[in-house]
């Protein structure tokens, strides 16, 4: 059967040896293909193929390619060095990853794929002949595959992050110096910036297995990043090396918020590297509040930065006993239902996602992930939740919809601005102490603009030029370089919220003797008073803003007041807030974190705090809507632009909806049981649970 072009990819992630069961495989491909479905993602797992040395066994997959081409299903190749050859585990320890305990990476069964050969970490590739070995595996994989008529590219290092303490082994430490050799020149360079003053050469150093607010662990960490993205391009090159025509693709987890410095979960590093980025989200592993998943897409679109991204890993049916899941309510995800499918797919359509595919067509068979998230009933029959995804496959491909999806989300009122670093110096701070610091007041901060219906985007310090408007959570610690480029940007016209204690740990994790660190006691108009570091504390942090009592927490920093402007004050009548002038732009700073303070406690003041944010920086809201338990999103192409509304609940909700932009009435409806009404300027709307309205706007 001929491919065609998709408006949207849409399918599952079907072949994880040995599941589903051979015999039903084209049965499986006829109903995918009956059902909408246009493409299919399989684990192509080097541990389940080369079976001893340079032997392989490619049967499986190369059925798998027939009824792809058969059947008009576009196969996506998911490489998987990672699972390495159980023979390989025994003949070449030496290339075995290491951790911090010195314990080698041994063999496992996989949960994901009930196989074995995967480890903690596996064969390193900073080993000359594990990349070697791997290198030949891939190559085979590529010269195999590419010109297959079933064939349609691949998805390079699965979910793109590392356990979190790998690789300590001889060959890693050896990039390790090499990369400090390039940074630092010297050895009496780098014994000044690590405090650590009687290396005689570069061979003394070793990796850090300490992990504190110290310099070599900051460089240790950066440097693993780095390093395994590194990895990343390896592959890209070396498959680009062999097959110019198909796509090179992968995925993360949507972590850069809560993983990027321990485990690398670097999604705008890694999107970098791809033609196009996705991400594995599961709302049984996180949560079905529904900014979540909404933080997930946004985080999505923002990484991927105009390149195409898609939902590569959905959940399509029930998880059982998963510690995730335990204690949770059984309509929290743990059950799946069609209405749920339902929902999660119109969340990250329209949050601009190219492609969706379950994490299962059908469930695995074996392991501690029996019966789970798969879409198709565990004997491949359809269900009422294959069905509902089925209407929702050839609706989004349907003529009718091409305009819908060339149009592509308009950009965030309000940017939050993300910085690797500042998460890495938090990630080893908090081992003194307890919570996720840098992820709740990221969070916080997200969850405080999108309950208010305003339009936020993730946004990276390298792209801040890209936004008027930009509001830092957590800035505890920022180098000076990037103090240098965010003082600039205001001083250019740009719009800062800034919470409390900027820069305080400066440059390697220094304090900064001069608080507000770095010019931003210039930039602020204040200079600090006092401060206090006390977490446990946090939950009792309260300050007066326009006669509001608004939550903070975590730290506390108060001010004298210099060439700014006093607007808020804590309970004991210290200054708590300032707001000040520079250069063309304005600063706001909040002494405190209202973003913890909000992702902690949703009172109803710290809400109005963030929708104020808009006020203060003199922008009229896109998007008014008189019901705070429904999304909307507008997206806009040279075709027109389209409403998203949708109801997350579990009953009907009605709205009435004011754009700022002139609307003059509603062209079509495109998705929903209700026609919305258009009156004086205000859509009236009307959604069933779990649903979505989607119209064409004049």
């Not at 501690?368 to 198709?376: D, E, Q, R």
């Not at 003199?618 to 409403?643: A, M, P």
């Not at 932009?661 to 919305?676: A, C, Q, R, S, Y």
Request: some cysteine; overall charge negative.
């Amino acid at each position: 059967m001929e491919m065609q072009h998709n408006q949207v990819s849409y399918g599952a992630v079907y072949f994880r040896k040995s599941n589903p069961p051979r015999q039903d495989w084209e049965r499986d491909y006829a109903q995918a293909s009956k059902d909408g479905m246009n493409i299919f993602r399989h684990w192509f797992m080097w541990g389940s193929i080369e079976i001893a040395p340079g032997i392989y066994d490619w049967a499986d997959y190369d059925m798998q390619l027939d009824l792809a081409a058969k059947y008009g299903i576009r196969t996506i190749i998911a490489e998987m060095v990672t699972s390495a050859p159980e023979w390989l585990y025994r003949k070449y320890p030496e290339i075995l990853a290491v951790d911090s305990t010195g314990k080698l990476s041994k063999s496992y069964m996989g949960g994901s794929s009930a196989t074995g050969g995967f480890g903690h970490g596996g064969v390193c590739l900073d080993s000359p002949l594990g990349k070697e070995l791997a290198g030949n595996f891939l190559k085979k994989l590529v010269e195999r595959y590419k010109d297959h008529p079933g064939m349609y590219g691949y998805d390079i290092w699965n979910e793109c992050n590392y356990p979190h303490d790998i690789c300590y082994c001889e060959h890693t430490q050896k990039q390790f110096r090499e990369w400090l050799k390039k940074k630092y020149g010297t050895i009496k360079e780098l014994n000044q910036t690590w405090h650590r003053y009687s290396y005689a050469s570069f061979e003394d150093v070793m990796a850090p297995v300490e992990t504190g607010m110290y310099p070599d662990c900051m460089d240790w960490q950066k440097f693993r990043k780095v390093n395994f993205h590194d990895q990343m391009q390896w592959r890209v090159d070396l498959i680009r090396g062999l097959d110019t025509k198909n796509k090179i693709t992968a995925h993360g987890i949507a972590a850069s918020l809560n993983n990027m410095a321990a485990g690398g979960s670097d999604d705008w590093l890694a999107a970098s590297k791809v033609e196009s980025y996705g991400m594995t989200w599961v709302t049984a592993r996180k949560g079905s509040e529904p900014w979540k998943q909404w933080h997930a897409v946004d985080l999505l679109r923002a990484s991927s930065h105009g390149k195409p991204f898609w939902h590569s890993e959905m959940q399509g049916g029930p998880l059982w006993l998963q510690p995730q899941v335990i204690g949770r309510k059984k309509e929290d995800g743990r059950v799946a239902t069609a209405e749920d499918i339902r929902l999660w797919n119109m969340v990250s359509l329209a949050g601009g996602v190219t492609g969706i595919l379950y994490l299962r067509w059908r469930s695995l068979l074996d392991g501690p992930l029996f019966g789970s998230f798969g879409l198709y009933s565990n004997n491949g029959l359809p269900n009422e939740r294959s069905k509902m995804a089925s209407k929702i496959a050839i609706w989004a491909n349907d003529v009718n919809q091409k305009g819908l999806f060339q149009s592509s989300p308009v950009k965030g009122e309000i940017g939050i601005i993300v910085i690797p670093e500042t998460q890495t110096f938090n990630y080893l701070m908090e081992q003194a102490g307890t919570g996720q610091f840098y992820a709740n007041c990221m969070c916080g901060a997200y969850r405080g603009f999108f309950d208010n219906n305003v339009l936020v985007d993730w946004v990276n310090i390298d792209h801040i030029s890209e936004y008027d408007t930009l509001y830092l959570p957590y800035p505890i610690h920022i180098t000076s370089t990037h103090v240098k480029e965010l003082l600039d940007w205001v001083s250019l016209g740009g719009k800062l919220i800034v919470e409390g204690c900027p820069a305080y740990f400066g440059d390697n994790g220094t304090v900064g003797i001069v608080q507000p660190n770095y010019g931003f006691q210039e930039a602020c108009g204040a200079v600090e008073q006092s401060v206090e570091f006390m977490p446990d504390l946090g939950d009792k942090i309260v300050f007066d803003y326009e006669g509001k009592q608004i939550d903070g927490g975590l730290f506390l920093q108060a001010y004298k007041v210099k060439s700014g402007k006093e607007i808020g004050r804590y309970e004991d009548g210290r200054i708590a807030a300032v707001q000040n002038s520079f250069g063309k732009g304005q600063i706001l700073l909040i002494g405190t974190y209202p973003s913890e303070g909000y992702y902690r406690n949703q009172t109803t003041d710290n809400r109005n705090f963030f929708a104020s944010l808009l006020t203060w920086a003199d922008k009229e809201q896109l998007v008014k809507v008189s019901n705070t338990k429904l999304q909307v999103r507008i997206r806009k192409c040279d075709e027109g632009t389209y409403l998203w509304a949708i109801n997350p609940t579990n009953g009907e909700e009605s709205a009435e909806i004011i754009l700022s932009e002139v609307v003059t009435g509603i062209k079509t409806k495109l998705w929903g049981d209700n026609m919305p009404v258009f009156k004086n300027g205000s859509i009236s709307i009307c959604i069933p649970p779990k649903d979505a309205v989607i119209i064409q706007i004049y």
